[in-house]
T-cell receptor
Framework: KAGVTQTPRYLIKTRGQQVTLSCSPI?????VSWYQQTPGQGLQFLFE???????NKGNFPGRFSGRQFSNSRSEMNVSTLELGDSALYLC?????FGGGPNEQFFGPGTRLTVL | DQQVKQNSPSLSVQEGRISILNCDYT??????FLWYKKYPAEGPTFLIS?????DKNEDGRFTVFLNKSAKHLSLHIVPSQPGDSAVYFC???????????????FGQGTILTVHP
């Protein structure tokens, strides 16, 4: 069974630009969550999607947005990039939504560098 | 406001000995606690979890202990192997009325090095 895939793996952008990251969950998984990892803040929750609806959102500005498609694939978008957005963006998928510990399977991440 | 804390940035252990990784939390609403392992250039890999209604969960060489009164959990790895060398994160989630566990709150991580 293929794992969670994220594209692209590496990305370099300049301040003010926008970026879209893509995540394909494990086949059959319907819940997708996004996290940002930085050396200073660690792993921080961005948002969670299930059945194309955002179910949970972390404490990030509105420049960070996402969506989920009917095939459970998800994208996240960051507009008006800032230097502080440089981070590893991780996507995680899980089989279900609610009803027990949500064992999440992570992809390898997209390394975003903002110059 | 860091709700989950791993106060030891690193831990060094000899192969065959026990590794004990610690984690403290402040939010008494957390219902589940999880441990993840992360290698460089890879995403975190789930290791083991524990419900807040339990105080111990075991899976092979990995055991997680939960002390709710102290708001403390620990991961024991016995025996430690060089392949266990990685960054270990503890994480916690809240049962939002049974609707979502997808929001994990992570600690800062502990770098474990197991020497041959």
């Amino acid at each position: 069974k293929a794992g969670v895939t994220q594209t692209p793996r590496y990305l370099i952008k300049t301040r003010g630009q926008q970026v879209t990251l893509s995540c394909s969950p494990i086949s059959g998984h319907r819940s997708v969550s996004w996290y940002q990892q930085t050396p200073g803040q660690g792993l921080q929750f961005l948002f969670e999607y299930f059945s194309e609806t955002q179910r949970n959102k972390g404490n990030f500005p509105g420049r960070f947005s996402g969506r989920q498609f009917s095939n459970s694939r998800s994208e996240m978008n960051v507009s008006t990039l800032e230097l502080g957005d440089s981070a590893l963006y991780l996507c995680a998928s899980s089989l279900r939504f609610g009803g027990g510990p949500n064992e999440q399977f992570f992809g390898p991440g997209t390394r975003l560098t903002v110059l | 406001d860091q709700q989950v804390k791993q106060n030891s940035p690193s831990l060094s252990v000899q192969e065959g000995r026990i590794s004990i990784l610690n984690c403290d939390y402040t939010n008494s609403m957390f219902d589940y606690f999880l441990w993840y392992k992360k290698y460089p250039a890879e995403g975190p890999t789930f290791l083991i979890s524990i419900s807040s209604i339990k105080d111990k969960n075991e899976d092979g060489r990995f055991t997680v202990f939960l002390n709710k009164s102290a708001k403390h959990l620990s991961l024991h790895i016995v025996p430690s192997q060089p392949g266990d060398s990685a960054v270990y994160f503890c994480a916690a989630s809240v049962d939002a009325g049974g609707t979502s566990y997808g929001k994990l709150t992570f600690g800062q991580g502990t770098i474990l090095t197991v020497h041959p």
